[in-house]
């Protein structure tokens, strides 16, 4: 707490006067183009990763980014953040991409594919309910990532299993038939500090370096959702 409140004065005199046009236009409105799923993982520092600036982003962050399945006829109460988010995001905001970001030696991971959870924990354990696909995906040895060691292979399949789950949303569902909408698949990996992607033609996490993401930036433009 004390590095925050000393960043804070410090922000206020050496970086506030830079950006506080910004921030002022930016109270009239936001526009971001992503939503970026991730884990609250301290680590996942995206804003580093991919330099990004106030308003880039709409995100959602939890333990281990998992999207629980759309469920329909579920009763309004049992409705949870990630629905929430996903929904007034993608109905409110001019959305054209979502990104799902695993990470390497994520701790929800790493309890999911030990298969125990330490401590007195039982919300942690049941939310860990929304990554079992992806741990089965696992178990039937799945090839992707497989050269990596288990908790950061699992951490690959369940970026996949959460695009997955993502598809289950009615809303994300008419996006992507229109297609107004691409799914991201992405993976950081904290010793390296390297970001990849998902390349389906591949079947790998490729690592966006500037000739991959060259071609993911040609991809990008060629398949602009019309707005
Ligand atoms: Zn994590």
């Not at 629905?83 to 054209?96: D, E, H, R, Y």
């Not at 039982?122 to 089965?136: I, M, N, Q, T, V």
């Not at 698949?185 to 370096?209: M, N």
Request: negative net charge; contains cysteine.
């Amino acid at each position: 707490m004390k590095k925050l409140l000393n960043g804070i004065v410090d922000f206020r005199k050496k970086v506030r006067p830079e950006v506080k046009d910004t921030f002022a236009l930016l109270a009239l409105g936001q526009a971001p183009d992503t939503l970026f799923i991730a884990c609250s993982d301290s680590r996942v520092a995206a804003n580093v990763f991919a330099s990004t600036e106030p308003g880039d982003m709409f995100v959602i962050r939890n333990v281990g980014n998992l999207i629980p399945r759309y469920q329909e006829g579920t009763e309004a109460p049992h409705f949870g953040a990630e629905a929430a988010a996903i929904q007034f995001g993608l109905a409110n905001l001019p959305i054209t991409d979502v990104v799902v970001c695993g990470h390497s030696e994520c701790g929800a991971m790493g309890a999911l594919s030990q298969g125990e959870v330490q401590g007195d924990v039982p919300a942690f354990k049941c939310w860990l309910r929304h990554g079992e696909d992806s741990l089965r995906k696992l178990e039937s040895g799945a090839r992707i990532g497989s050269h990596l060691e288990r908790r950061n292979q699992l951490s690959q399949l369940n970026v996949l299993e959460q695009l997955e789950h993502l598809k289950t949303y009615p809303i994300v569902q008419e996006r992507l038939a229109a297609d107004k909408l691409r799914l991201h698949g992405w993976y950081f990996d904290i010793k390296e500090a390297y970001v990849y992607e998902y390349e389906p033609s591949e079947e790998r996490f490729r690592v966006i370096d500037e000739t991959y993401a060259a071609t993911l930036l040609k991809r990008v433009v060629a398949s602009d959702p019309e707005r």
